[in-house]
């Protein structure tokens, strides 16, 4: 039994020793972190062995590894190093394990240190999702298209008016010369008959003058 005791004691030590990385300057003292939650108060306390600020942070691992600690929050940024911090944790934190604390110098980011992990009662079961902005980009794309086709429409309507005004144009081309040509053609009949008749009065006057100069002579040759 006491064996049993000396290995668990040896499994705790060793874990602990897995969860303080870094070169451990500012070790926490804290050595409870159970009952932690959203909305209640915790003091946060270390051994300052670093001068100038120090930074907070929530680190959280999925897997309970240490070299898989990833970032939640920043609890406190460039604060003295006095070696007590009392921190309120947000409600917004995701209910559950694999929590810790990082303390960092802020002279130094290479200097830093953790807690042990533990867990953090919340009402929130989920992360608030983050895609929201990725739906922007297609709307400009559909813009964008609805433009060009507008674009398009506009040159075709353009295109068919230059057509018609081609073709009003012949219309009337063709107008005017159908006008001109039946104009002409009455000119032409006018002159024609005022020729002939002009010419036909003519012959009959000469003919006329003639007869009268003959009929004149005989008369003069009978009075001889």
Do not use: C
Not at 7 to 24: H, N, P, R
Not at 26 to 52: H, K, Q, R, V, Y
Not at 118 to 124: L, Y
Not at 183 to 204: D, E, K, R
């Amino acid at each position: 039994m006491r064996f049993i005791s000396a290995l668990l004691a040896g499994a705790l030590a060793v874990v602990a020793a897995a969860q303080t990385t870094g070169s451990q300057p500012n070790p926490f003292t804290n050595t409870d972190f159970s009952g932690i939650t959203a909305g209640s108060p915790i003091t946060i306390t270390w051994t300052p062995t670093t001068e100038g600020t120090v930074t907070l942070e929530l680190v959280h691992s999925d897997t309970g590894n240490s070299d898989d600690l990833k970032p939640v929050a920043t609890i406190q940024a460039s604060i003295s190093n006095s070696g007590s911090y009392t921190w309120t944790p947000d409600s917004s934190i995701v209910n559950g394990s694999g929590y810790a604390l990082k303390i960092v110098d802020d002279a130094n980011p290479d200097e830093y240190n953790y807690t042990l992990q533990f867990p953090i009662k919340t009402d929130t079961e989920s992360a608030a999702p983050t895609s929201a902005s990725s739906t922007a980009a297609p709307t400009s794309t559909e813009e964008s298209s609805t433009s060009t086709t507008e674009e398009s429409t506009t040159t075709e309507e353009s295109t068919s008016t230059e057509t018609t005004s081609t073709d009003a144009s012949s219309t009337t081309d063709a107008s005017s010369t159908a006008d001109s040509t039946t104009t002409s053609a009455p000119t032409t009949t006018s002159h024609t008959a005022a020729t002939s008749t002009s010419q036909g009065a003519a012959a009959t006057g000469g003919a006329k003058v003639g007869a009268g100069l003959m009929g004149f002579v005989g008369a003069a040759m009978l009075l001889l």
